[in-house]
C-alpha cells in the first residue's frame, strides 16, 4: 500500500538532495570543527557555509545562528536567557495556543515564582494585539509569541506584535518552527531578539535546530561547555545534521514560491474538496491568515482518533486534536482556546502538506473522506438527532 | 500511536451488532457527545435472558471495539448473569486495552448495567444521587471511583483516571482521588490474611494448627451436629480424627479434605496434608 504523507506539522520527509549533502560527513569527513588539523578544519568550514545558508533563508547575519538539537532547545535556551539576564524582570508574556514547548516552559516557570500572562485567540485562533499591548508590565522580562500554529496554521502578526513589544523596551521571541520554509520570513526588517527554528520541518533531519539570537541581546547560554557556538551552545556540533539544515534552508528558500503556488492550490483543492462533500464540517483556524499547508476540519458527531485509525488502514497519514489520540482526556488545548464546540473539538483531523505531495494524493483523499466520515457516523448515536447533551447532565 | 489487540482492531474495523433495535425492550445510553465519548445500548429480552442486542457509539476506535465486543459477551445471557460483567470482562475479550484506554471498557459496563436497570424499570439514578460528584469536568462520582479502583485493582491516580477519565480535565479534583484511593487501598490491605512466618518450627507448627482447629474449624462443624478431634502433628501431617455427626456423614472426607486441610494449608502451611484416623 502506498503512503499519501499528509503530516508534515508533525515532521517531514527528509529531501533526498538534503541526504546527498549530509551523507560524506558520516564514515568519510568525521572530524571534530574544533580540531587544529586540516582534516577537520575542513568540516569547520563547511559549518560556516550552513550557516550562512540558514543565515539568508531568515535574512540575519551568520553570526547571530546558533545551532541548536530540536525547536525545544530553542526555546528552552531564549526565554530561560532572557529571564537569567534581566533578573529583577519577573514577568512572562505568551499565548494559550503556544507549543508545548513553550507552554510547558513557562507552567515550570510560574511554579518558580514567575507570573505569567497568556494571551487568548478569537474563534479563527487569531491573538488581540490590543491584549498583548494591555499586558505589557514594567517587570516584563519577555514576550513569546509564536509565527504560525501548528495545529491551525494561523499566522500570527508577528511584525505589529515585535513593533508593539520592542517600543517598551522588552525582549520578543517567536518559536517560527511551522513558518521557517513555509512563508518568506525577514529579519532585517522586524525587530526580534529570539527566533526559533527545527530542522525536521522543513525536510532536514529530526535533532538539528537553530536559535536566531540577535546581535546586541543580553545571552545566557542553556548549554554551558565547550566553546562551540562561541560559547552559546556548548557541545560538539551536530555536523551532519548542520550541514543538512542549511542545504534545507537552502531549498525552502528556493521552493517558497511553490510552497505558496502549488501547496497551497493542493491544500486549497483539498479543503474545497471536502467541505464541499462531507456535511457538518467546518474549519478550524483562519480563512485566509493560514499557513499554505495546513488544513485542519472537524467532523460533527464522529471521534477524531477513529477517523485517524480508517485513514491508516487506505495508508493516509493525518493527525487529531482529539482528546483520544494524545492519551490526555481532553481536546488539543488550541481548539479549546479557540472556543471550537466539543461538539465539534473531538473530531479535528489535521491535514498538513508539503512540496512532495501531488493532486492525485488530494483527489485520493477528497474521494475517500467522504466514505470514512459515512461510515463512522452510521455507527454514532448523535448523528441523526442533533441534539447533544452536557456531560455532566 | 495505541498499541491496539489484533483483537480490538478486529471489533473497530468490523463492528458486530451496530445499529438500533426499534422494538428494543431496554436501552442503556451513557456519556455524551462533550464528553468526547458515548454508548446507546439496545437489548431485546426474552425470559429475563438477552436475545438480541445492538449499540451505537461515538468515540475512538477501542470505545467502538468495546461496544462491540459488549454485544457479543452479552447475547444469549440471562439478565443476571449478563450483569455480573465487568468492565476487565470487556478488556480481556478484547485481549486488553492500552491502559489509558481502560475507560472504554468501563463505558460499556456502565450502559449495559443502565439499560438493565431501563427494563426492570429501576429508575437510573442521576450519578449526583449515587454518590458525590468528585470529577466536575467529567461529572465522575465517588461510587464510580471506587467500584472501578475495586473491580480493578488500581493502585494510583494515573490509574483512576484511566479507568474513570476522573481528573482527566482540570486537575483540580486530583488530590481528592488520592484521598479515595488510600482510603480504598487501606480497606484491601485489612482484607489479607496476617502473613505467615516464613519458616515454622515444629512447635509453632503443631500450635497454629491446634489454634485454626479449636477456633475456626471446630465451631463450625459443631453447628452442624459435628465435631474434630487433633490426634497427632507428624512434620506437615497432620492427624485428626471425626466424631460426632462426622462420623457418618457421607460428605465427611470432601469437609475433611476441602474444609480442614485447606484452611490449613491456606493459614498455617502449604505442605500441609490432613489424615484421618480412628
Redesign the interface.
Known sequence: MRTVYFDNNATTRVDPVVFEEMRPYFCDLYGNPSSMHSFGGQVGKKLGEARERVAAVLGCDPAEIVFTSCGTEGDNTAIRSALEAQPDKRHIVTTKVEHPAVLNLVNHLVKKGYHLTLLGVDEQGMIDLDELRDSLRDDTAIVSIMWANNETGTVFPVAEAADIVKSRGILFHTDAVQAVGKIPIDLRALPIDFLVLSGHKLHAPKGIGALFVRRGTPFRPFMIGGHQERGRRGGTENVPGIIALGKACELAAAHMEEENTRVRELRDRLERGLLAAIPDTRLNGHPTERLPNTLNLSFK??????IL?LLD?IGVCASSG????S?????SHVLRAMGVP??YA?GSVRFSLSRFNTREEVDFVVREMPKIIERLR?????SEEHS?????? | MWDYTEKVKDHFLHPRNVGKIEDADAVGEVGSLACGDALRLYLKIENDRIVDAKFQTFGCGSAIASSSALTEMIKGKTLDEALKITNRDIADYLGGLPKEKMHCSVMGREALEAAINNYRGIETPKRELEGEIVCECFGVTDQQIRRAIRENNLTSVEDVTNYTKAGGGCERCLPDIERILKEELGAREAKKPSPRPKKLTNIQRIQMVQKVIDEEIRPSLQADGGDLELVDVDGTTVYVSLRGQCTNCPSAQVTLKDVVEARLQEVVDPEIQVVEVE
Open positions: 458527531f464522529v471521534e477524531g482518533e477513529a485509525l488502514q482529539s482528546a483520544c489520540t492519551g490526555s482526556l481532553e481536546p466539543f461538539t473531538h452510521s455507527i454514532s448515536p448523535f447533544p447533551s452536557a456531560c455532566t447532565a
